[in-house]
Nanobody
């Protein structure tokens, strides 16, 4: 497993942008599929985006595609989530997750074994 630490959350007005970062411990970061999930109060943890170890393939939830971009820097052991055109319904705690696998075989929370502590994103209307 890897240790994950997210940062970059905060308060932003609707239409604004934020970039979340997640730094992973360990020396084999490139072996991990990385993903972002989010969880609003009283709701389930939902998939946002995922990226393969090489960064060559990315996957998005339908409602985020075109607004959010996931990327990674394997030298810095960091995965990013660039969020543009934010809406109040994007308000949630955003979690970084990792899975030691070469491909994205599933995008449910149970498909990922390592999690960060989460970072709060609040979008005001």
């Amino acid at each position: 497993q890897v240790q994950l630490v997210e940062s970059g959350g905060g308060l932003v007005q609707a239409g604004g942008s934020l970039r979340l970062s997640c730094v992973a411990s360990g020396r084999i970061f490139s072996r991990y599929v990385m993903a972002w999930f989010r969880q609003a109060p009283g709701k389930e943890r939902d998939f946002v985006a995922a990226i393969t170890g090489s960064g060559g393939n990315t996957y998005y939830a339908a409602s985020m595609k075109g607004r959010f971009t996931i990327s990674r820097d394997n030298v810095k052991n960091t995965v990013y989530l660039q969020m543009n055109s934010l809406k109040p319904e994007d308000t949630a705690v955003y979690y970084c997750a990792a899975r030691n696998a070469p491909v994205v075989a599933g995008v449910g929370p149970r498909d990922f074994g390592s999690w960060g502590q989460g970072t709060q994103v609040t979008v005001s209307s």
